[in-house]
């Protein structure tokens, strides 16, 4: 088991070589929502939903895609209906999940890829 802090994605760097042997699953389900207008949505809200519904699930799938690889193993983003539609009051979380679906579609076909 790791553990690590979403919220800073940049502890994620390296993390790969923490594990030892091949990798059979990686589920990205955490997800961290502020509701807010952009009008009133507060910077720190916003950079905490990108670093963990976004860019940790990034980083920590390139750290660990060559135990994948070598594991045949997948990943699986659960995602959210704001992946798909966003409204005023989800503006980050929207842009989180839109970035997330855009992600998953770039990312290498090599190792199975999956989204729920």
């Not at 059979?24 to 950079?47: C, I, K, M, T, Y």
Request: some cysteine; hydrophobic content about 45%.
């Amino acid at each position: 088991m790791l553990v690590a802090d979403l919220a800073d994605p940049g502890t994620l760097n390296g993390i790969g070589r923490r594990v030892d042997g091949p990798v059979d699953s990686l589920l990205h389900v955490a997800g961290v929502v502020e509701l807010a207008p952009v009008s009133r949505l507060r910077l720190q809200h916003f950079e905490e939903q990108l670093a963990v519904n976004l860019t940790s699930p990034a980083v920590l799938t390139r750290e660990l895609l060559p135990h994948l690889r070598d594991g045949r193993g997948i990943v699986l983003f659960v995602n959210s209906s704001a992946g798909l539609s966003a409204s005023a009051e989800w503006s980050a979380y929207a842009a989180s999940k839109f970035g997330l679906r855009a992600g998953r579609r770039c990312a290498p076909r090599r190792s199975s890829m999956a989204s729920a």
